[in-house]
């Protein structure tokens, strides 16, 4: 008997978002156990501070005023009133569930981080405009406190469980990403198709009421195809603003690093423009070299930053974060839109001709050999976009599949 390499399975392009969601919450499904308890444990603490909140208002005590100028006694009183109040509403109407709409744990259980908090955002902001109160009672605020300093414990909590797993979901939604370009370029392929069908069609019938059905259907898919060229535009855009984003908060450290070390290469000018100065990998390598040196100095006092522990993640990030590869994403993503913007010049130009009545007939035959072409290099771009997905279900999950196209 011969064993060599698991078949791949055969999956439909429109079951990979449910594959790769069944995947990711398989393989962080020790997560779970302890992020469910985090949330039952933050419901009692919610409770508790209800509780508390309850007790306090139930407080009959003369405010402490002796250090106060001129208090306004009833005020106080009426003010505890209110502030009692207004936690006990806030944690009251407090959703503290996981999104149940969530298409994994993860997201789901980060979603309840989100919202404790916002719970704890919105009391301490209650505490800043109660704080005649707090002084006042200040002895009768124990219960509030060990409440509160639970649901912050268990915010942090919950945010340390969600860190360890957060490279994962950045890999799960990495391949999401993937798997709806895939999609996309599968329906500008359709919607090419029947471009070129249409055109090939109202070529041979060369009728009015075929000029007028070409007319009507070309602004439909001129109309369309800007839409999703805007749509490329807006995640090139992104892309970049994301590499950006990655390195903002290394600029200032960069240069005293530069002038503290006297490299050659500075790593603040390889920085300015990430974009365009680190597409080779051996450029990104030698950058996280120097940011690693970077790293050690700050670690070691030899070097100060304002934000260290800012900056000592985002070398962490850059270092994880594969930038040739989010390049290499951009330089796709404006490849499409040129093609696009080619595609949808043609078609208007097109248009132009079939309104005034006055187009050549063999220009719609050309245009549809341009098509033609456009439509191959789409093909070509799905074809290495499938490859990459089918490698990141394997390197990410070790599940061979073939993608059904």
Request: proline share 3%.
């Amino acid at each position: 008997m011969f064993f060599g390499r698991r078949e791949p399975d055969k999956v439909d392009p429109e079951g990979l978002v449910a594959l790769a969601d069944y995947l990711f919450s398989k393989k962080i499904a020790s997560f779970v156990p302890k992020a469910s308890s985090l949330a039952v444990q933050a419901h009692r603490a919610r409770q508790r501070f209800v509780d508390s909140c309850d007790e306090f208002g139930r407080v009959e005590a003369e405010p402490y005023t002796e250090d106060l100028w001129n208090p306004n006694i009833n005020s106080i009183k009426s003010q505890k009133a209110a502030y009692s109040s207004t936690l006990r509403n806030l944690a009251a109407d407090a959703d503290l569930e996981p999104d149940a709409k969530a298409g994994n744990p993860y997201a789901a259980y980060n979603s309840l981080l989100v919202k404790v908090e916002d719970l704890i955002g919105k009391v301490l902001k209650a505490n800043a405009n109660f704080r005649i109160v707090l002084y006042s009672y200040s002895n009768y605020l124990g219960e509030f406190k060990k409440s509160f300093s639970s649901l912050e414990s268990l915010r942090d909590q919950l945010k340390g469980e969600l860190s360890k797993r957060s490279q994962d979901y950045e890999t799960y939604t990495s391949i999401i990403y993937k798997i709806s370009r895939l999609d996309a370029l599968s329906e500008e392929l359709i919607m090419a198709d029947a471009s070129m069908r249409t055109l090939e069609e109202n070529a041979q019938k060369a009728d009015p009421e075929g000029l007028e059905r070409a007319q009507r259907e070309l602004e439909s898919t001129i109309e369309k195809r800007k839409a999703e060229a805007a749509r490329v535009m807006a995640d090139a855009a992104a892309a970049s603003n994301r590499i950006n984003w990655i390195f903002s908060p290394l600029k200032k450290a960069s240069k005293k690093f530069d002038h503290a070390s006297a490299n050659k290469r500075q790593v603040s000018a390889m920085i300015s423009d990430p974009v365009a100065n680190l597409r080779d990998a051996g450029e990104y390598a030698e950058l996280n070299n120097l940011l690693a040196q970077m790293k050690s100095w700050i670690e070691s006092g030899r070097q100060e930053a304002p934000s260290k522990d800012d900056v000592i993640a985002a070398i962490s990030q850059v270092a994880n974060a594969d930038i040739p590869s989010m390049i290499k994403e951009i330089d796709s993503l404006n490849t499409r839109k040129e093609i696009m913007a080619s595609e949808i010049l043609e078609l208007e130009r097109t248009l132009s001709g079939l309104r005034k009545g006055k187009e050549d007939l063999s220009k719609a035959i050309e245009q549809g050999r341009q098509m033609e072409k456009n439509a191959s290099v789409i093909s070509g771009m799905r074809s290495s976009l499938k490859a990459e997905i089918e490698k990141a279900f394997m390197e990410s999950y070790g599940k061979p599949i073939s993608i059904n196209l």
